[in-house]
């Protein structure tokens, strides 16, 4: 993984080692760093003690477990990669037909996307990004909130000292930077059996008014 993230860092598109692993790898999931075959215990967590539904957006999908996973909870799923191979790759794995697997970039989304989704989930993206560009891309997160809605954010939880990457495991003060403007609900971190590192989950609302005081489904 080293060698494809270094041969992008010295060229014009820093990003592209995304496209290069999945294609790469020709479709040897192991092969995949972070790929856990299973969506994130912090997501399955999370929807276990929220009673909701609507329209979510997976950030950096991958192949595509958390999508899946929420589809199967009764979202209405888009889930984005910026590589192509990875989605799709990920549409092999997950055929539902009722979710929407698309290749977009997060530094610069469909305007109609702007203030759409009930959920916006990203798990583990910012931390694969340099700094710099981690910089540009957390403030669109909450761009994408309903009104209402939740930003969910999972990674790896270091300090100042931690920074060697990628990935880059995200500072407390970065991570209070992205929900900058939104609800602050919660701040969870622990420990994942067999995983390296303390994990993170943060969680805003985009107003005060939560979607847990609307009538939950039936």
């Known amino acids: 993984m080293l060698e494809i993230f270094n041969r992008s860092q010295i060229s014009d598109q820093p990003l ?26 912090f997501l399955v967590d999370w929807v276990d003690q929220n009673d909701e539904m609507g329209n979510a957006l997976v ?5 595509g477990e958390d ?18 191979s990875a989605v799709s790759w990920a549409r092999k794995l997950h055929p539902q037909r009722n979710l929407n697997w698309v290749v977009e970039d997060l530094l610069d989304p469909p305007t109609s996307w702007r ?5 916006v989930l990203e798990v ?15 403030p669109i997160l909450s761009s994408f909130l309903s ?25 407390a003060e970065f991570i209070e930077e992205i929900g ?21 989950r943060a969680v805003w609302r985009n ?3 939560s979607k847990l005081d609307k009538p939950s489904r039936e």
Not at 19 to 28: A, F, G, I, T, V
Not at 59 to 63: A, D, F, I, M, N
Not at 115 to 119: A, T
Not at 180 to 200: M, N
Request: charged share 30%; glycine share 10%; proline share 7%.
């Open 124 to 138: 583990h993206i910012l931390q694969a990004i340099p700094e710099q560009i981690r910089k540009e891309a957390a």
């Open 59 to 63: 950030v950096g999908c991958g192949l």
């Open 180 to 200: 900058k403007g939104l609800e602050r609900v919660e701040f969870y971190s622990a420990e994942i059996p067999e995983k390296e590192s303390t994990r993170y």
């Open 115 to 119: 203030g759409k989704f009930d959920l």
């Open 67 to 84: 999508a899946s996973f929420l589809n199967k909870r009764g979202w209405d799923v888009t889930a984005f990669d910026i590589s192509e």
């Open 147 to 171: 009104e209402g809605g939740a930003l969910v954010c999972i990674g790896r939880l270091g300090s100042e000292e931690d920074q060697e990457g990628p990935p880059w495991p995200l500072t």
């Open 16 to 41: 592209s080692w995304f496209e290069d692993l999945y294609s790469e790898s020709d479709e040897n999931r192991g092969l995949i760093p972070w790929d856990w075959q299973e969506p994130h215990p």
């Open 207 to 209: 107003s005060a008014k």
